[in-house]
């Protein structure tokens, strides 16, 4: 196969978006190059947004399996392209249908919040999901007397519960990425920045937030270094935001709080497998209609707080 040069990658991507009337979405943690030739970079609440509103007939997804799902989900008369299938959510994984029900079983009338990483069946048996942007208000607006189970996030559910009082049974899954960022690596950084602000993700544990100025979904981030005074900002969360927090403020220094912290799922899409899943109409993304029929509504309940 004939070797192209990245500038012609671009130049190809670039005719075919047009070609096919297409529209490249991609997540804040994907390489530069990767964002760079996106019409759209954003969080997970974010990008669901634009794939429900967008008027393209094919959506390039670059992020993870999951959030390509909900953009089907949303848009299921769109075709959505998912340029590496290999980019799944190990957090995602760590939640099987068959054991949310009977957990469900278990806890008859208790409500099922569930985090958007997770699988089409797990959001089919929900009541509403979430994302970290909104988490805290849509757990605030649920009825107080009913009990909530949240999945698949234990570190985000704490982090709710606390933040809005509401005891919930918490499912046992994590993001391996940010369970990386740890106490002491925060103190270390706070030692070697005594003036920075320190931002985390709420998928960090709860000790870490704890220690934090503020806990952000990753559009949150992005908001809060455009306002913020401060010049130094230890970031706690993947490492890949860091590229986009220091192209949008240049005069500001973004320091990772965490080096351990890569999501490897994140890194699958590349100038290449953009070009070919444009070329070669891959890897389309599509969800059964039994269960998107159902998996649908709570990310559409979800969406009516946005
Ligand atoms: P955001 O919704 O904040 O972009 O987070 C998605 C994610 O996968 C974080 O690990
Ligand atoms: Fe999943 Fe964590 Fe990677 Fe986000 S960073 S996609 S939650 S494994």
């Known amino acids: 196969m004939e070797m192209l040069t990245d500038k012609e990658m671009v130049t190809r991507i670039c005719e075919l978006r047009k070609e096919l009337n297409a529209v490249i979405l991609t997540h804040n943690y ?27 007939d094919v959506i390039v ?27 799944g959510c190990p957090m995602a994984d760590m939640a099987e249908a068959e054991d949310l029900k009977k957990m469900k079983k278990e806890h008859p009338d208790a409500l099922v919040v569930t985090y958007v990483n997770s699988s089409a069946e797990v959001k089919a048996l929900s009541d ?21 189970i949240f999945v698949p996030d234990k570190n985000l559910g704490a982090y709710v519960a606390r933040e809005t009082g509401r005891e919930m049974i918490l499912w046992p899954g994590y993001c391996p990425t940010h369970m990386r960022i740890t106490v002491a ?33 990753t559009g949150g981030m992005i908001k809060f270094a455009k306002s913020t005074t401060a010049k130094q900002i230890i970031t706690g969360t993947e490492l890949g935001m860091i590229y986009r927090l220091s192209k949008e403020n240049p005069e500001k220094q973004f320091i990772a709080l965490s080096e351990q912290a890569i999501c490897p799922m994140m890194k699958m899409h590349r100038l290449d497998n953009v070009l070919a899943a444009m070329e070669h109409k891959q890897h389309s993304i599509v969800v059964p209609e039994e269960i998107r029929r159902d998996a649908v509504k709570p990310i559409e309940k979800m969406l009516q707080f946005s």
């Open 30 to 56: 994907q390489l530069g190059e990767v964002q760079d030739i996106a019409d759209f970079v954003g969080d997970s609440l974010e990008l669901s947004i634009k794939a429900s509103k967008t008027t393209a």
């Open 61 to 87: 997804f670059c992020g993870v399996k999951f959030m390509a799902e909900t953009a089907y989900m949303l848009s299921p008369e769109k075709t959505v392209l998912l340029p590496s299938l290999a980019s």
């Open 128 to 148: 509403i999901c979430v994302t970290s942007a909104n988490a805290v208000k849509v757990v605030a607006s649920l009825p107080e007397d009913r009990k909530l």
């Open 185 to 217: 690596q925060l103190e270390q950084r706070k030692r070697e920045y005594p003036d920075a602000v320190v931002i985390v993700h709420p998928e960090a544990r709860l000790d870490v937030i704890d220690l934090a100025d503020e806990a952000l979904s």
